[in-house]
């Protein structure tokens, strides 16, 4: 592109505006725009609403940012949902014994083992991602489900129910500044430090990124590590807001999580990645998800609906991105 | 020597074997590259070539035999060792990530980081000074890149090419071994190839060149070593040979024509 | 408890197709439960101890998933059979899964025990199953869900189940006692074809017809119980004018209770099913949870048990056998889940409630 300061033409305008990762905008504010409409004496657009839907989204935006790092190396990580689970099972029985800080690192320090295991599984045996974190689910929800007995385990502890639930900081919901923190860290990962740069480069040619001297299964651990990371945060953000843990929590989370960041424009395959894109894609199911039930459709007109839309986004967004 | 007497050689290769599993794909080889030279390494499939060329750039660490950098034998057990050692390989398939610009590529794994100590302990990326030293060596090339924020993917396969020598001399490498750099390119961007094949030996850079066609060899390169079945069995200065000697020394219809009688 | 998310697929139950006078069909169902024992009924006296000690009789127990509900079931029919001397074989848990439940079910009949208490998924595809079991000397006792086609007192001993019909109207009771004759509700049902749920949410609804001060203003459905947070955290954006919100059954109203909770409704009750330690705690704590109306799995699992046992011993028994159930509230926790789970009550709640 030429930066000489004459005027674009206006197919360059078109061409800059019809960018595919632009799309997932145009998407949010048109699903934004018909709800405002059709929803328009509910209450839809009103900022409690909105802090609704970001409240009810944050656990499955940081999953999406997490998902992002493992996307970026080229692997798929199904276990999310079951570290959602064990990390809050985790942050609430230690919640028992001791304080919350130990809590929570007790509760991380779960998720980056599981993300370790994932990782030595997948290089050491150069098995398919999907394949052992699809086992590794499995595993971890037997554990989540031995260890809690199939109960909830309750929270009590007002410092962690407010830090990581239902709190608010300025007037802001804290789950709306965990979101944005989140977003913002795995933003400044991907497109401004190194590390990112190296994520990238070994999810969009693995013998290349070797042949420049990167230890690629050392970086694909690592992402890894960081999406377990990111899961396990997400569960204990859960467990603040339900004020309890289950087992079953998260179980439901991976196809959304899967869905908000594909739509976000981020590759499936590795090598290209939109953590702005995954974020705005999580508020996008939510916001589906809080406009359907507000319209008083039945279950099955929700399910329905929500398989066109999602539909609609794809064919649209697989078509600009064919354009471009 | 076959250029001149004070020509320094720059790598040498002594005698080295590989082996995988049973099979020998290399059984000595032995020849020498002097600075700003541009050899030739010829042979058959399966005699060895890609083997020799993975030796010499850390990919398969040699059984036996050693490798030397400028009189000195080094160890070379990874990518990152030989280039350490001055070593850049421009692979067949170019090594490049195309998703990423051109700057992003010529710095993948060199990256350079901010100069305030916080952010670089973070591993924070400086990408102004990174695309104004790339647009440097890029213009040491005289190569007709068209922009360096450019993915990859848009660009054509000379322009490629282009980038991946840049970034093999931009690292200050003094020997570039090149993998059939022309093989998937047009008449005149194989040329713009050759142009930036003597343009950076006359800068002092060691070009060893893989490649199956006898008219870049011819047009290209000082010297040939030719590969048979694994052993070195010829070295011949371009000038003193034509196509058709080259041809039968590859498939082997004439014998040894070793350099060090030369 | 009962985890009832059970996939949509499974067409379940209470499609009949033969008619025949002791099959269980759709329309005569109710009538049928209506004439129900009651599990106290269902005694084994002494002179039939006397005969069951010494038969060394084997059982199965298949089972539709796992929970702390199923687990006091298990635990009522495994303590049952203890005493008259019957040895478990195996106990299985079909994750909620037909499909696993029918292998299931092919697995036990390779043991050939002499009872299976079951609670059927989908009585379609584990029909078959059962069938050879049956017919190779098997007592069968179900839980609740009926098998479609078979026949009382030939196929299986009986069924036994909570008297959801009960529990549906004792909360809509529950309701109205709280609103006092009238006011505006919210209804989170479950939104898929299960009898047992679906039997107690029209109960509950029928229930409601009692009183016509109270208002239904808001039905959603949820398939999952994950959804039920943002469905209460819509309706009351929609209706913030609500007082009481039903929902099918506990872990379902635990996301209610928590949505309630984050936006500021403090005052909005919660009435549900079964119990939990997470809105039991709530409950102590005079939280959003009102009560709960809850069944007794230990209590059906021993009645199960005791079924088997005389039906083993050639005594008719009934086809419904219904076990009771119990309101919960602040004031009786301990008890009713000592009476349901026969465990004692979890430490937290103790704690919440000051004992």
Redesign the interface.
């Known amino acids: 592109m030429s930066t000489t300061t004459s005027s674009l033409t206006r197919s360059d305008w078109a061409a800059r505006l019809l960018k595919p990762q632009y799309f997932i905008y145009y998407m949010f504010m048109l699903v934004l725009a018909g709800f405002a409409l059709f929803l328009n004496d509910t209450g839809f657009f009103s900022l409690a609403n909105f802090m609704n839907i970001v409240r009810q989204t944050a656990p499955i935006t940081i999953m999406a940012v997490g998902l992002s790092f493992a996307l970026a190396v080229g692997h798929i990580d199904l276990s999310i949902g079951s570290v959602v689970a064990l990390s809050a099972i985790v942050g609430a029985i230690l919640l028992q014994y001791v304080g919350v800080p130990l809590a929570i690192a007790g509760a991380l320090l779960s998720g980056v083992l599981v993300g370790l295991i994932n990782g030595f599984l997948i290089e050491r045996l150069k098995v398919s991602s999907l394949l052992i974190t699809l086992g590794t689910m499995g595993i971890i929800t037997g554990i989540s489900r031995q260890v809690s007995g199939l109960e909830s385990i309750p929270i009590i502890d007002p410092l962690f129910r407010s830090l990581l639930g239902n709190g608010d900081l300025l007037g802001v919901p804290v789950l709306l500044w965990w979101t944005l923190s989140f977003a913002l860290i795995g933003y400044l990962v991907m497109n401004k430090l190194v590390f990112g740069r190296h994520l990238l480069a070994v999810g969009g040619n693995p013998e290349a990124a070797r042949a420049m001297g990167l230890r690629t299964e050392n970086i694909r651990i690592k992402a890894l590590v960081m999406c377990s990371l990111c899961a396990a945060i997400a569960g204990l953000l859960y467990a603040g807001r339900m004020a309890g843990a289950r087992y079953t929590l998260g179980e439901a989370d991976l196809l959304t999580v899967i869905a908000a960041v594909a739509i976000g424009g981020t590759s499936l395959f590795g090598g290209r990645v939109s953590i702005i894109g995954a974020v705005i894609g999580s508020w996008l199911m939510g916001l589906i998800n809080n406009g359907l039930i507000l319209s008083g459709f039945s279950t099955d007109e929700q399910m329905i609906t929500r398989g066109l839309i999602l539909i609609t986004a794809v064919a649209i967004g697989a078509r600009e991105a064919k354009n471009a | 020597m076959l250029r001149n007497e004070l020509s320094q050689t720059i790598l040498e290769v002594k005698e080295i074997t590989k082996r995988f599993g049973g099979v020998e794909a290399l059984r000595g080889v032995s020849f020498k590259v002097n600075k700003g030279e541009v050899v030739g390494l010829l042979g058959d499939n399966g005699a060895g070539k890609s083997t020799l060329v993975r030796c010499i750039s850390g990919i398969h660490p040699p059984d036996e035999g050693e490798i030397l950098i400028a009189g000195k034998a080094v160890k070379l057990d990874s990518p990152m060792d030989a280039r350490k050692a001055g070593i850049e390989t421009v692979f067949q398939d170019l090594a490049i990530i195309p998703e990423f610009d051109v700057v992003q590529n010529l710095y993948l794994n060199r990256e350079i980081l901010s100069t305030n100590p916080v952010l670089r302990w973070l591993g924070w990326l400086d990408a102004k000074a990174m695309a104004k030293r790339s647009q440097k060596s890029l213009n040491r090339l005289s190569s007709r890149i068209p922009s360096l924020s450019e993915k990859i993917v848009n660009l054509s396969g000379g322009q490629r090419q282009a980038v991946a020598i840049a970034r093999a001399v931009s690292w200050g490498a003094e020997i570039v071994i090149m993998d059939e750099p022309t093989a998937a390119l047009g008449v005149e961007q194989s040329a713009q190839v050759n142009e930036l094949i003597k343009l950076i030996s006359s800068q002092g850079v060691a070009v060893l060149l893989i490649s199956h066609n006898m008219q870049h060899i011819m047009e290209t390169c000082d010297r040939a070593v030719v590969l048979y079945q694994g052993r070195s069995s010829a070295d011949v200065a371009i000038r003193d040979v034509d196509k058709n000697a080259l041809v039968s020394l590859i498939t082997g219809a004439s014998g040894s024509l070793l350099a060090e009688s030369a | 408890?009962r985890?009832l998310f059970i996939p949509l697929v499974c067409n379940l139950m209470l499609i009949s197709q033969s008619a025949g006078a002791t099959t269980i069909k759709e329309e005569n169902f109710v009538t049928q439960l209506a004439q129900a024992s009651k599990s106290s009924q269902i005694v084994i006296n002494d002179e039939q101890a006397s005969r069951l000690s010494g038969k060394r009789f084997t059982a199965a127990l298949a089972w539709h998933g796992?929970?702390?509900w199923i687990?006091a079931v298990n635990r009522g029919a495994s303590d049952t059979f203890e005493r008259y001397g019957v040895k478990v074989l195996v106990t299985t848990d079909a994750q909620y899964d037909p499909a696993k439940q029918v292998a299931d079910i092919e697995n036990i009949q390779a043991l050939n025990p002499d009872i299976v208490l079951s609670l059927v998924i989908d009585g379609v595809s584990a029909k078959a199953g059962f069938q050879k079991i049956v017919d190779a000397g098997s007592k069968l006792v179900l839980l609740s869900n009926p098998i479609s086609g078979f026949v009382h007192g030939k196929d299986f001993a009986g069924i036994v189940t909570d008297d959801m019909q009960g529990m549906g109207n004792r909360a809509a009771e529950v309701t109205n006692e709280y609103l006092q004759g009238s006011g505006k509700i919210g209804m989170v049902f479950h939104?898929a074809n299960y009898f047992i749920t679906n039997t107690r949410d029209k109960a509950f609804v029928d229930g409601l017809a009692l009183f016509p001060g109270i208002e239904i203003v808001s039905r959603?459905?949820?398939?999952?119980?994950?959804?039920t947070?943002?469905?209460a955290?819509?309706?009351m954006?929609?209706n913030p004018e609500l007082e009481l919100i039903y929902v099918s059954w506990d872990?379902a109203a635990?996301?209610v209770v928590?949505a309630l909770?984050?936006?500021g409704f403090n005052k909005v009750k919660v009435i549900s099913h079964d119990l939990?330690?997470?809105n039991l705690?709530d409950m102590a704590q005079q939280g959003n949870m009102l009560a709960s109306i809850s069944d007794r799995p230990y209590e059906i699992g021993s009645t199960m048990a005791r079924i088997a046992l005389l039906a083993k011993l050639g005594e008719s028994m009934p086809l419904f056998t219904l076990v009771p159930y119990d309101q919960v509230n602040k004031s009786n926790i301990t008890e009713v889940w000592q009476h349901a789970y026969h465990t004692h009550v979890?430490r937290?709640i103790k704690i919440?409630l000051g004992e």
């Open positions: 408890m985890k796992a929970s702390p687990n939104d959603q459905g949820f398939v999952k119980e994950h959804d947070s943002a469905i955290s819509a309706m954006l929609r872990t635990e996301g928590q909770r984050s936006d939990g330690v997470n705690l979890p937290i919440a």
